[in-house]
């Protein structure tokens, strides 16, 4: 069984392979108009259930069009709507959706629900994201630096805010693909002790994004956040803001990412997201190419 629960659980060369798949399923359709299927058809007489107990515009959007894409059929299934919202348990959801469908992805708020979906289910499970981790969307962003300025190796990636679940994924991926990682934000909104040690940090943004390639914003309240800390977060994160001043101190060629939604001119002014160093709307396109590619891993082993 290959599940894709997290960039640090999986093997670096079929991150590699993911990537490259993505790349070359991406250009094949470049040529085609949108409504052409992928030539080959991978999922074709496949469903995938999409399970969500969160929001999501990006990744129900772009599985569900993925999978069409590749020939296959989607089931989306929302988590309050399903009898899990109502007691029965991971294990029992995983074995009963496990006879009906060939995949799974699921966005869910503790990290042990997906890990109970992959011990329990018979088909892949796929992480759309966690209170912990957000790999497809890390792994949008490397196909997506790699797209614009070449290889990620030894390059230096700034997260500029709080430290996250997406801060977590790009940790994972800072090991995974070999480039230095700093996180700048205040020592109240560190990332998690378990990743202590794939990343530096640097308390003053101004010097943090000194020679960075790429720097990386999200959210300040998270979706697992109470709304009830939104103010206090505001007051913490203020001086973290990524604005023109902070870009201008990056390499010229910098890119400035943000996985999106975002609260425009809260973390990150308007002018660089709509500015010269902006890549935000590839990453949420690479979004539907990465994921064609790690569900045909998935389902190719
Ligand atoms: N970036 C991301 O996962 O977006 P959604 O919450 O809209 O899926």
């Not at 629960?5 to 079929?14: A, C, F, K, V």
């Not at 604005?243 to 660089?272: I, Q, W, Y």
């Amino acid at each position: 069984m290959t599940h894709f629960l997290d960039i640090h659980t999986t093997p670096q060369s079929d991150l590699r392979d993911i990537i490259s798949n993505a790349r070359d399923m991406k250009n094949a359709r470049a040529g085609m108009s949108k409504g052409t299927l992928d030539a080959d058809q991978p999922l074709a007489g496949q469903m995938v259930a999409l399970i969500f107990e969160k929001p999501s515009t990006r990744t129900r959007v772009s599985f569900d069009v993925g999978v069409r894409q590749m020939g296959g059929q989607t089931m989306v299934l929302s988590g309050a709507d399903m009898q899990l919202g109502h007691g029965e348990t991971i294990a029992d959801t995983a074995r009963v959706l496990s006879r009906y469908v060939d995949l799974i992805m699921i966005r869910t708020f503790e990290e042990q629900t997906l890990l109970d979906m992959a011990e329990y289910a018979t088909v892949p499970v796929i992480n759309g994201l966690t209170n912990r981790t957000h790999p497809c969307q890390i792994m949008a962003d490397i196909m997506t630096f790699e797209e614009h300025n070449g290889p990620i190796k030894g390059k230096k990636v700034v997260w500029s805010g709080d430290g996250n679940n997406v801060f977590a994924s790009f940790a994972h991926a800072a090991k995974q693909f070999d480039f230095e990682l700093v996180f700048t934000g205040p020592e109240t909104l560190d990332p998690e002790r378990a990743l202590d040690g794939l990343y530096t940090t640097v308390r003053d943004p101004h010097e943090a994004v000194k020679g960075a390639d790429l720097v990386v914003t999200d959210t300040w309240v998270s979706m697992h956040d109470p709304q009830s800390a939104r103010e206090r977060r505001h007051n913490q994160l203020r001086g973290y803001q990524v604005n023109d001043d902070l870009m201008a101190k990056a390499k010229g060629d910098a890119l400035f990412m943000h996985c999106l939604p975002a609260h425009r001119d809260d973390e990150a002014t308007s002018s660089v997201m709509d500015g010269k160093h902006s890549v935000i709307f590839d990453e949420a396109e690479n979004r539907l190419h990465v994921q064609k590619a790690i569900m045909r891993h998935c389902l190719s082993k």
